[in-house]
């Protein structure tokens, strides 16, 4: 797999940065990895052209009247299809919650040198399309197939190793976790820096599961050895630690930054009195937010929790504060049915991966 005739292959392109300034390709990261804002963390679904964005290498740019979606490798019955086929497809609806891994990487000191998240990097939308399973089983992978791999049409490079972008599932991953092959997107085409014209969601997995520009399917009789599958996306205590992968999402809550912000800091200025804190929780899996708590003044308070809008949505939640002159750091912490809470301080990986620390929201109460 490894590409040995590259110019990368010596040379990584990242800087040793662990804390403090930012370098110039972090900047330029961070300028095409965009995050949601906070604010529309009020809403059910995140207005389409505000949902994150994480692309590795260059969005490609696919006709998709001529695109095919091939399913090859151990498969008995191997085929190809193309949009409309997959339309005429029974078609399922569901409101997803996508967070990528790395969302929070910037609170874990020393940092990962790649795309420098704060809070921003997660968002649900309304996803259209057919159900990923029966297609595989259409396809009859043989008895001895171990992964089934799903391969971008992104071409790049990362610590010298050039691939497209792929990532794989077992069988017994794709039965259980409602996987669904993905045209559209709030009820409209997908957009090209979403996957157009097609994508997988993995519903209650971080992020990295849920590949787009899907060109390619294929059976493997060995493990999926894919830069993308076992060379990141691992927990890692440190630099020689094999790792664990990355799979379900962890719990988590933000909250909407109330008041109005100053323009450099992102810091909140409220006037005293009467406020609702409102904003979202979720974990992954399918498992469900039990509680939200919200930090006032040093003492945690119970948010009230609204209907979850699906098994795989996030759920809205809002606590009321009497809001007094002085400063304010707020902070919310969600528990899912697992009995799992968000912890107060980071916790550790190599590459900042699933930091689901509560979030701390500073905010300045005017005098009355
Ligand atoms: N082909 C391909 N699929 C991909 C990626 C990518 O770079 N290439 N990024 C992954 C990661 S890390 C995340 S978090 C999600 C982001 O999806 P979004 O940009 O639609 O929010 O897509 C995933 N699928
Ligand atoms: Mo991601």
């Not at 740019?61 to 399913?71: E, Q």
């Not at 085409?189 to 997995?205: K, N």
């Not at 209907?307 to 504060?321: E, I, L, N, P, V």
Request: glycine share 10%; charged share 20%.
């Amino acid at each position: 797999m490894a590409n040995t005739d590259n110019p990368f292959l010596g040379y990584s392109g990242r800087i040793d940065t662990k804390d403090g300034v930012y370098s110039q390709s972090e900047v330029g990261l961070a300028n095409r990895n965009s995050g949601n804002l906070l604010e529309t963390l009020a809403l059910d679904i995140t207005p389409t052209g505000l949902h994150y964005l994480l692309i590795h290498f260059d969005v490609p740019l696919i006709d998709a009247g001529a695109h095919r979606l091939g399913f090859s490798g151990a498969f008995d019955a191997p085929f190809e299809l193309g949009l409309d086929e997959i339309k005429a497809l029974p078609q399922v609806t569901l409101p997803v919650t996508l967070e990528c891994a790395g969302n929070g990487r910037s609170g874990i000191s020393p940092r990962a040198h790649s795309m420098p998240w704060l809070y921003e990097a997660v968002g649900t939308s309304e996803w259209t399309g057919t159900p990923l399973r029966p297609l595989i089983e259409r396809a009859r992978p043989r008895a001895d197939v171990v992964d089934i791999a799903f391969f971008g049409a992104d071409y790049g490079f990362d610590k010298g190793v050039g691939h497209c972008f792929g990532r794989s599932l077992t069988l017994e991953q794709i039965a259980d976790l409602d996987v669904m092959l993905v045209h559209s997107m709030n009820g409209q085409p997908l957009l090209p820096q979403h996957g157009a014209p097609l994508r997988l969601i993995v519903p209650g997995w971080y992020g990295m599961a849920s590949v787009k520009w899907l060109g390619r399917i294929e059976a493997l009789t060995q493990p999926f050895d894919g830069f993308q599958q076992v060379q990141t996306y691992r927990f890692r205590d440190s630099d020689t630690d094999p790792g664990r992968p990355v799979t379900t999402m962890r719990v988590k809550s933000l909250m909407v930054p109330p008041g109005v912000p100053d323009w450099g800091t992102r810091k909140r200025y409220l006037e005293p009195g009467p406020v609702t804190l409102v904003g979202r929780a979720w974990s992954g899996g399918g498992v469900p937010v039990t509680r939200v708590e919200v930090e006032l003044d040093g003492v945690w308070r119970e948010a009230r929790l609204e209907q979850q809008t699906g098994r795989h949505a996030w759920t809205k939640w809002s606590c009321d504060w009497l809001a007094s002159p002085g400063d304010h750091v707020l902070r919310c912490r969600a528990t899912d049915a697992n009995g799992a809470v968000q912890p107060l301080d980071p916790p550790w990986d190599v590459a900042g991966f699933a930091n689901n620390a509560a979030q701390k929201v500073h905010v300045f109460v005017a005098e009355g």
